[in-house]
């Protein structure tokens, strides 16, 4: 999978850049020049984020249009401010904002800021098919063996024919592909009769969320 983003301007300099810096940081790029047509594309498909050239003719009443919509689009909203100057942007609802001339420092640091908001709120609610034993235990009782059948950033899907505790419990489980593991404190979330349980994190270190954020993202990407 891939992240997508639309950059509505006609200042192709400054496009170039941009282009550039998506690029790198692995963003598709769909160029408009006329903010109608960018909001008739908007209408009919999905991406992570709008980048709009407030220089452009057409591009107020084009934000307007997008605040007015009955479910706003939760895509980062990156204003390129031009002439108008940041203090006139304060109602365009931008997510971010950067300023012409634009500088490959600053529009690096704004977009990677862009793309961590756009990952996280992917990964939050994605979760990844695994196939992956996992070894369980509470307290001084005898750890017992587990699959682990999906992953996300804050829990994951169990299959195992044992008695689940009512209370927090260590969970051990190696990610495939990777010399990292996952060792946390989890409590189950739900449970079904086919032996299916939901598990969700509520103890897990600062380096070991890093790894798991990271590994993710790479698998992610590479599905």
């Not at 209370?167 to 010399?179: I, T």
Request: glycine residues 8%; positive net charge.
């Amino acid at each position: 999978m891939t992240l997508s983003s639309m950059v509505v301007s006609r200042d192709w300099q400054e496009v170039g850049v941009l282009e550039c810096i998506l690029g790198g940081l692995h963003i598709g790029v769909d160029i408009e020049s006329e903010p109608l047509k960018a909001r008739e594309k908007l209408a009919k498909s999905k991406i992570d984020a709008l980048i709009v050239d407030c220089d452009l003719n057409g591009t107020a009443g084009f934000l307007r249009s997008l605040r007015r919509q009955p479910t706003p689009s939760p895509v980062p909203l990156v204003i390129v401010s031009g002439s108008a100057g940041r203090n006139a942007l304060e109602s365009t609802g931008a997510t971010f904002v950067f300023e012409k001339p634009i500088s490959v420092e600053q529009a690096v640091h704004t977009l990677s800021a862009a793309r961590n908001m756009i990952l996280d709120g992917r990964l939050r609610y994605h979760r990844l098919p695994l196939n992956v034993p996992a070894n369980l235990s509470c307290g001084s009782k005898a750890a017992f063996e587990a699959t682990v059948t999906n992953l996300s950033q804050g829990g994951v899907g169990i299959q195992t024919g044992a008695a689940l505790p009512t209370g927090p419990f260590r969970l051990n489980f190696s990610l495939p592909g990777s010399a990292l593991s996952i060792r946390c404190l989890g409590k189950v979330a739900w449970t079904d009769k086919q032996g299916n349980a939901g598990v969700r994190f509520v103890q897990i270190s600062r380096r070991t969320k890093r790894d798991l954020q990271l590994w993710l993202e790479r698998e992610y990407f590479a599905s």
